[in-house]
């Protein structure tokens, strides 16, 4: 099958679809893309024009496009990635090489400034004049924003600086308007690739992938339950593909079994559906790792809890420690002054005012957790410990290790010895999990009930509220 | 009859395309510059007083970008060469802030420019000024009477502003006004401030002399170079193809666009339109020119909003809500969440509730198209959930992308537009 590419109206460009990958021949016969715009504009036989700036979504074909049209057409061109430019000699370096061979780029100087690779450039240019266009494609350009503030104005005016038919092609996911430098620079071609629809691209393309001993609808209908869970939350096409392919062998499973067979949707949906759930709570969010993800699939008889990365049940912890931090926990997010209500034996006349001042009610919740000094800590820690513990340094060393395990953080100077202060670095559910490893007392359960009550901003009558927690010193 | 084969379609095509990119892309000089003249020969009297006469002279060229600062200089430049006397005897140094942004390194290439590296070879030089004057000595003729006129062009002047102690620019100017050799200092800069840039003894070195390049063009004025710069000369080899190309009708298109050119010798949008042009569609159209100036001035923000998911679809219109309601005051992750879940319990039929990992993940894809971009950039001891942030994108910007966007559920949209949230 060949495709007809018409450029500037002469030339009929013809493509072998042999060659090039299933991909870009979807790529150039949709009409999504606005390719011809492309190829007219950057066209290699006459002067085109000194900078073109392509921006669009993560996985739309941005480099693979430009970089098939390079190699088919076979024009001479460098493909640059600014992640690995550390330094812009390095830029320098693979630019010279791609063009005018290694030689040329070993006669750079040891930190290359631009105006020795213009002039380099200018020195072999004038040698071996182009008779085509050369382009030069950087891809990943936001990178290039960190680099020397006059190395994006330079290149994107290139062709006249040094006086020769070249295209500095840019690629990106982030708008021009956020690359423009203050003074304004030569403003480049803008072009968009458009991201994918649901339902004709996104399915197509998934599809051509299928396993050959399945039926291409069985698989298409397999891609369908799959967007229906994560077309929500994601529309980038290389974490779909991932997550197709790893997740498809649960998929079949009731096939080989015999369980059911391909024309039952309804069966395998059931089957796959809560399996895809629990792969978007841990392999779409890297907490394990593809590797684990298919061994747990593999010798899943039992439902066995996957051990994942931020998982809070295996992270082991001394006795004190846990009550160190659901302490410490207690201290940055119920404000000071309600400590005394909550935490002293004796308590003294309950009043009736609100002890929550309307500014904390929101302050609480949102806002994180606030400093605490280490008295404090102790003092609510002592408070919160059922049995009496005597203030040895064991018990302040593993404040120390909690800071390095950065469930607390340090606040202000490392030197400040006399009244550390910390912030609790755990939400919430972690501390529940914790405090239901600990053989907590009720009153506990209760003391973080009473700060989930604050934090949900729900309070009840104060009244019922004062009772509650003047019984619970009593007890 | 004639006897030479006319040329066919497709290669007069070519040959159009080619001119006319030759033109619009490669900024070949036009025999005289459009509506320019009076700046064009003051600036022409002042190189040749430099050149023939052995004046010093310093003048600073100053416009917006694309009002045609470089091609001005081009055009006087090689009339002046053209002169016999100036032809023998000028040299011509030519820096760019952009690729000279030390001084040393401006030195080297002045070295190099004026194929002095062998005389200087490999002494060493106290200062910046020795150097410059031993150079400038190195010019002077065998009787050591007179010495050669150079003419310095400095592109991008501000940022020779931006040196340290601006020392080359001291110098420079200081060799101007000592009468020692002729000089003649042009500085282009597109900033219009830039004499604020310079330190007093800079600045009183400086003569003070300014051509400004305000393109103050009437629709009619505008209509003509449009029209200059796209007609294809007439000793293009196929007068009947020539003729129809020239008076094709595309005026009325051109009203909308001379809002917003930004400089008129930088023409991406008639760029655009002549790179349209085919064998099936040979002449220029206004659809091509509308075409080119809708793809020009389409917001791009918008655009990648088009291709947000679901979930950080809601995650920016919760964002807009929180401006909303605390009037522009950065927020937190926390508070972006508290609004989605409040969304999720009392509005939503179509979206279920997402894990808050999963919101995250959205939420720092969301930080990585820089739609999202915190208050102070810069590793800090805030959790990340806790980090303020502020949305980058304004109110009418999120609703116009609603409207546009794919499928979007009707619960979602109604939530967009209520007042409150």
Redesign the interface.
Known sequence: MKIHL?L???KTIILDCNNISQYSVFLINSALMNRR?IM??V?PD?????SVFI???RA?GKSHVVLSIMKDLELPHASVDCVECVSSGLLFHQVLSAFFGPDAAALLPRCP???DF??LYKQMSSNSPATQTRYIILDRAERMRDM?F?LL??LLRL???VND?VTVILLS??????FRPN?????P??F?F??Y??GKSLVQILSWDHHPSYTPELYASYINILLGVF?????DLRELRHLAVLNFSKFCEPLEKGEAKESDIHKLWKNIEPHLQRA??TV??R?VSSVQWEQQQMDEKEATTLRVLSAHAHIELPYYSKFLLIAAYLASFNPARTDRRFFLKSHGKIRKTNFLKKHEKTSN?????KPFPLDRLMAIFYSVVDSRVAPTASIFSQISSLVTLQLL?Q?GHDDQLDSPKYKC?VSLDFILAISRCVCVCVRLLDLLALSLVIQSQVVRQERSLFTAVSNLHLL | MSKRRSLTEAQCVSLAQKLLRERLCHQKLPDRPLALDSQYKHLLELLRRTAVHGESNSVLIVGPRGSGKTMLLGCVLRELMSLKEAQKNVLLVELNGLLQTDDKIALKEITRQLHLENVVGDKVFGSFAENLAFLLEALKKGDKSSSRPVVFVLDEFDLFAHHKNQTLLYNLLDVSQSAQTPVAVLGLTCRLDVLELLEKRVKSRFSHRQIHLFSSLSFAQYVDAVRSQLSLPPDFPDPKFSDAWNHSSYTQSLFPLSAFTAGIFKPIHLFLSVSRVSVSHSTLHEADLLEASRLISADSKAIILHGLSILELCLIIAMKHLNDTYDGEPFNFQMVHNEFKKFIQRKSHSIHKFEKPVVMKAFEHLLQLELVRPVDSGVCKVQREYQLMRLMLEHGQVMEALQRYPQCPTDVKQWALSAFA
């Not at chain 1, 996911?173 to 956020?178: H, R, T």
């Not at chain 1, 003074?183 to 403003?187: A, K, R, S, Y």
């Not at chain 1, 077309?231 to 529309?235: A, I, L």
């Not at chain 1, 919740?365 to 957790?369: A, D, E, N």
């Open positions: 018409c500037t109206g002469i715009d007219s504009a066209n006459q002067y085109s024009y000194p921006y669009g979504h739309t400034s631009l105006s213009v002039r020397d006059s104005p330079a062709q006249e600086l038919n996911e982030i708008v021009w308007e956020k003074t304004g620079c030569f403003e071609l803008l968009h458009p991201d629809s649901k077309f929500s939350v994601c529309r978007m709570q779409y969010l907490e919740h949102l806002l994180g957790p953080s606040v670095s």
